[in-house]
């Protein structure tokens, strides 16, 4: 149990472009979805906080206008990368969170590696 | 502040060997949760072990051992008989915020373990 899905995998894009990443719960319903940031050799690092139907909550430092986070329903969350450019590149892994359960565990997907060219 | 750190950034061993890799947190809240996950190359986070703060209990899961110490804010992780597999990125992770309800993690920044055939 507990499966949280990425879509892409990865994926490539040119400078300029906009590329969405899904995050998908596939067993449960996630109240909450976390993206995180991880470039080469780095730890995760935090970006946002969705819950259901409200507004992200941004992590100090990160763009909100370039990171545009959608949790529209309980099993889906969306982070649209804007106008990306080459220091966008990294990898993005979400974790979904269930209410109620296991409200301090974070389920992890496996992660969309972006690469702007 | 809370924080998580993980002092070695790289070890080598020799398959066979025996390694520990050592966590050491900061945290103001009574209640909170530890975790260990590993990070192969292929990037997607394991689950490895779950501890809450009122548990001290340590923790032997086949070849893995974990030692959860309060009194030094420490939560090592042993692998015994260490195989090339177990070559990864190994990250320590704090999940706190009972009072505010956010449930963050706040992660290490890692240390890649290498196994030596």
Redesign the interface.
């Known amino acids: 149990g507990a499966v949280v899905s990425q879509h892409p995998s990865w994926v490539i894009c040119k400078s300029g472009t906009s590329v969405k990443i899904e995050c998908r719960s596939l067993d449960f319903q996630a109240t909450t979805m976390f993206w995180y940031r991880q470039f080469p050799k780095q730890s995760l690092m935090l970006m946002a906080t969705s819950n259901e139907g409200s507004k992200a909550t941004y992590e100090q430092g990160v763009e909100k206008d370039k990171f545009l986070i959608n949790h529209a329903s309980l099993t889906l969350s969306t982070l649209t990368v804007t106008s990306a450019h080459p220091e966008d590149s990294s990898f993005y892994i979400c974790s979904a969170r269930t209410l109620p359960g296991n409200y301090y565990e974070q389920y992890f997907g496996p992660g969309t590696r972006l690469t702007v060219t | 502040a809370q924080k998580v750190t993980q002092a070695q950034t790289e070890i080598s061993v020799v398959e066979k060997e025996d390694v520990t890799l050592d966590c050491v947190y900061e945290t103001r809240d009574t209640t909170y ?1 530890l ?1 260990w ?1 590993k990070q192969p190359p ?4 394991v ?1 490895l072990i ?1 501890r ?1 703060s009122f548990d001290e209990q340590n923790e032997i899961s086949g070849r893995y051992s974990w030692n959860f110490q309060k009194s030094t804010s420490s939560f090592n992780f042993t692998i015994t008989a260490s195989q090339v597999v177990d070559s990864a990125v190994y ?1 320590c992770a704090l ?1 706190e915020g ?1 009072n505010s309800g ?4 706040i ?4 240390t ?1 373990l290498k196994v030596l055939a």
């Open positions: 949760y975790f996950y292929s990037g997607e986070l689950f779950r809450n990250f999940s009972v956010t449930y963050k993690y992660f290490g920044t890692g890649r």
